[in-house]
């Protein structure tokens, strides 16, 4: 992962790139650095921390320019050593990479066996002590001769101490956005253009072993021979406002508590056959035989859902992989599947991976996405925005339930154009669709009777949630929740599986959360719910209203109101969003910043 920003120009570049580096931390928090070129020496400012730690102790002197980074640890632990900017053994150039370099290890022996010292355990330092090795008073040269011997993704971006009027950069599979104003007073780079705040600029962005020289006002691009290129730019204004809590404690809570509004905005100008355009034409849409999801982590699991929607509203056959799976799957392709791949960010370096392949295999490919501009979009046919805004929260919440918002229309909406949506279902589903705000506003409105079952949970080490078809990826994605903001040990389950293993981990101080809203495997779940409590486990249901005899079973039962089952997912999955939010706060977590994770995922 890891963030990039750097800067030239005429506004103070270190003030303007801890700025950058504000936006860019939801690329990782581990630690981070800036670095310039002040009276023709490069200066550093690292931390082994957070960004707020560094601005406390950041001596602000005026730099020539400045590049910065935010740390996502990979290769070495979370140090000052290892945080980027790295230098040379000279001391005359710095460097940040976002990425990973396969052949790190090969290449770090050699330099040693040169002479060459390394201060960190990191894949970066390698490269540029390599570019050290080549340089001879050009950097572009030697980066140049650098990026052929590096195997993997990477960005780059690098100063040299004799060059105060350059950052030259490189990017391989990582994204990296270049922009520059029109009166050519400033220049800026950034992992994400997003991070460019507040002017018009041009952008573009690097690719394929593409260098960049970075000037005020100016960037030279050269491709993979040391050619200039012409790069096509784009206008970019971003019209920033800086996140808020808006009174709320953590950017989660607020988050979970806009989902009846987020939800509204997938669903405008989307109920057929009013679909808006996405690209792809009904021609197309008709004709294909088959679709496959590709998506990590939450995405995956709206991704499980949405293979269900495909084949119960439009008998599709459908599936969803996991995106660093599906990508070194030889999977059977071809221009009659239609690849849809979700991203809540745009910029997941496996997803992007897997939706390439696909490609290659002459799909056509509609990504689902909440960020605008993100790699995602531009490498897609077409697209679908959940435009919920801004998540801030590494814990994904509200795009989750606009991905089954989108979902389901999309599905209703292909069932419409291949003629398998009668109008009685059409009507009967839009209606139950149309309460799902109201559902979730109910559950919202109950959120003190969470947040006192979470206080009665909070100090189990181990849970499983389990839940039948739609709630299984329901029940697998509250785990997931729990598990990434509380450290607790929560893994989802088929409830059906339990018996073929996982039950021997049941006892009295293993918890089971049951996610039983799926009423046609309503009678199987109570038999689930039996085979637990028959071996002590405490038992925590997720029951829709009428269900009466969860209560019997289960020692705590919350009620939701009840839907069809396709629907299900999403008044249970506000639920467990806030089972895991309580949880996490009475175990003091960092709620907002999870330990070693980040907002994206960039790297593989
Ligand atoms: C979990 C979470 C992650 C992401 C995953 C994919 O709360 O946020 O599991 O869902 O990293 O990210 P996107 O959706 O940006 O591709």
Redesign the pocket.
């Known amino acids: 992962m890891c963030g990039i920003f750097g800067y030239i120009g005429d506004k103070d570049p270190l003030k303007t790139c801890l700025a950058g580096l504000e936006q860019l931390e939801y690329r990782g928090y581990d630690s981070t650095g800036i670095a310039g070129i002040a009276e023709g020496a490069i200066s550093t400012y690292k931390e082994a921390g957070k960004l707020s730690l560094l601005k406390q102790k950041i001596n602000l002197s005026r730099l020539d320019l400045a590049i910065g980074h935010t740390r996502w640890a990979t290769h070495g632990k979370v140090t000052y050593e290892n945080a980027h900017p790295h230098l040379d053994s000279s001391q005359s150039i710095a460097l940040v990479h976002n990425g990973i370099i396969e052949n790190y290890d090969s290449l770090r022996e050699e330099l040693k066996s040169r002479g060459i010292p390394f201060l960190s355990e990191t894949d970066s330092e390698v490269i540029v002590q390599l570019i050290s090795s080549h340089y001879q008073g050009n950097l572009v040269d030697a980066v140049y001769k650098t990026l052929p011997l590096l195997k993997g993704a990477f960005a780059i971006a690098l100063i040299h101490k004799d060059h105060p009027d350059q950052i030259v950069a490189a990017a391989r599979e990582s994204p990296l956005a270049i922009a520059y104003n029109d009166d050519c007073t400033e220049s800026l780079i950034s992992s994400d253009q997003n991070a460019f705040l507040g002017t018009s600029l041009n952008v573009l962005f690097l690719m394929g072993d593409e260098i960049a020289l970075i000037q005020k006002g100016a960037i030279h691009i050269f491709d993979q021979a040391l050619q200039p290129v012409e790069k096509k730019t784009e206008r970019f204004k971003n019209d920033y406002k800086a996140p808020s809590k808006e009174g709320f404690a953590h950017f989660m809570r607020k988050e979970i508590s806009e989902q009846p509004q987020t939800i509204q905005k997938a669903f405008d100008g989307r109920f057929t056959p009013d679909f808006e355009p996405i690209g792809i034409s009904l021609e197309e849409l008709k004709s294909m035989r088959h679709i496959w999801i590709l998506?990590?982590?939450?995405?995956a699991h709206a991704g499980h859902i949405g293979a269900m929607y495909f084949e119960d509203l439009v008998k599709i056959p459908s599936s969803c992989d996991i995106a660093s799976e599906a990508r070194y799957r030889d999977p059977i392709l071809g221009p009659d599947t239609l690849v849809i791949a979700?991203?809540?960010?745009?910029?997941?370096a496996d997803?992007l991976a897997a939706l390439r392949e696909a490609k290659k295999q002459g799909c056509r490919i509609l990504g689902i996405c909440n960020v605008q501009n993100s790699t995602l979009t531009r490498e897609t046919d077409g697209s679908i925005f959940l435009k919920a805004g801004p998540e801030v929260s590494?814990?994904?919440t509200k795009?989750f339930t606009s991905q089954l918002a989108v979902l389901n229309l999309l599905a209703l909406h292909l069932s419409h154009i291949r003629g398998r949506l009668s109008p009685a279902l059409a009507v009967h589903y839009v209606d139950k669709l149309k309460q799902i705000p109201s559902h979730i506003q109910q559950v919202l409105d109950q959120a003190a009777d969470i947040e006192r079952l979470a206080q009665k949970y909070a100090a189990y080490e181990d849970f499983f949630f389990m839940g039948r078809r739609y709630m299984f990826p329901t029940a697998q994605e509250a785990a997931?929740?729990l598990k990434?903001i509380s450290y607790v040990n929560a893994n989802g389950c088929p409830a059906g599986e339990l018996k073929h293993g996982p039950l021997a981990l049941i006892n009295p101080s293993f918890p089971v959360v049951a996610f039983c809203a799926n009423i046609r495997t309503q009678e199987k779940i109570l038999s689930n719910l039996m085979e637990v409590k028959a071996r002590g486990g405490p038992i925590l249901a997720f029951a829709p209203q009428g269900l009466n005899a969860v209560a019997d079973v289960a020692d705590d039962v919350f009620w939701l109101p009840p839907t069809i089952d396709e629907l299900s997912p999403f008044a249970s999955a506000i639920a467990g969003q806030l089972l895991a939010y309580f949880i996490a706060k009475e175990r003091g977590c960092d709620i907002d910043q999870p330990r070693n994770l980040a907002?994206?995922?960039t790297v593989e």
């Not at 998506?295 to 995405?299: E, K, N, V």
């Open positions: 998506g990590c982590g939450t995405s979700l991203s809540q960010s745009g910029e997941t997803t590494v814990c994904s795009a997931l929740k990434e907002k994206s995922v």
